[in-house]
């Protein structure tokens, strides 16, 4: 058996309280959760968050500071593996 597909449509909306972020993206069948990566730089998603599959495709994050920007990525996990790391995205405002 091979890890799960990488999650696609990974999208982040940066709220007016720049502290809190909305993180979506599409489902991975069969995944039993994600990993969401999240940083200063694209080559330093140093922050991650999991959430299990059956929480849905939304996390609400409440962990940023205000005045920087940051960059995200995800990836799907299951019993046999980890997904390679979707392409890194920004964040819209």
């Known amino acids: 058996a091979k890890a799960p597909a990488t999650p696609a449509n990974l999208k982040v909306q940066r709220h007016t309280d720049q502290r809190d972020a909305t993180i979506t993206w599409e489902a991975v069948p ?4 994600y990993n969401i990566l999240w940083g200063i730089a694209p080559n330093k ?4 968050y999991q959430v299990w599959a059956d929480a849905g ?10 005045g920087v920007d940051y960059y995200y990525a ?3 996990f299951d ?3 980890v997904s390679p790391l979707s392409k890194v995205v920004s ?3």
């Open 91 to 93: 964040e819209t405002k």
């Open 74 to 76: 995800i990836e799907a």
């Open 45 to 48: 998603l140093y922050q991650t």
């Open 57 to 66: 495709t939304k996390l609400e994050l409440r962990a940023l500071n205000v």
């Open 79 to 81: 019993e046999n593996g």
């Open 30 to 33: 069969n995944a039993v959760g």
